[in-house]
């Protein structure tokens, strides 16, 4: 099966909030997200954004006992999908979806890969960015990131 991208809320709405939505889509192509992070997002989804519902809701609701909804319903998704790629930002999150050996990335990690693939030039033009938001970004990742991409 060809590899999902299944992203949370938290990338949506930062890429949304900086008007860069659309470099998920130039970056990955498709994205699958849950009618949960949808209804979190509270905006009219592209086209490009596939809506997808859990299969068994029993694991998201397991989950749901340590995460918020959108995180659990996402993470539940991607367990559905050997092959899949998570995007997801929130710390607790990740360390549970690493623990079910998901594969993830983050907002950061999505525009570092867009400069790697030449889509953006500068990934500090995108933190910059994102620092003007409610987006909680330390200089430590932020320095991280930009050794990444070579800035």
């Not at 003007?132 to 970004?137: A, E, G, L």
């Amino acid at each position: 099966m060809p590899e999902k991208v299944i992203s949370n809320t938290s990338c949506l709405i930062v890429l949304q909030k900086i008007d860069e939505l659309d470099l998920l889509h130039k970056v990955y192509g498709k994205i699958v997200t849950t009618p949960q992070v949808i209804a979190e997002l509270g905006i009219d989804t592209p086209d490009w954004i596939e809506i997808k519902s859990v299969s068994d809701p029993r694991e998201q609701q397991i989950l749901e006992l340590i995460v918020d909804e959108g995180e659990a319903s996402a993470i539940a998704l991607a367990m559905e999908y050997q092959e899949s790629l998570l995007i997801l930002d929130d710390y607790k999150a990740r360390k549970i979806a690493e623990k079910l050996g998901l594969r993830i990335t983050g907002t950061i990690g999505v525009i570092i890969k867009a400069k790697k693939r030449g889509i953006i030039d500068s990934v500090r033009f995108y933190l910059d960015k994102i620092s003007h938001t409610d987006f909680r970004i330390t200089k430590e990742l932020i320095n991280k990131a930009l050794k990444e991409a070579d800035e």
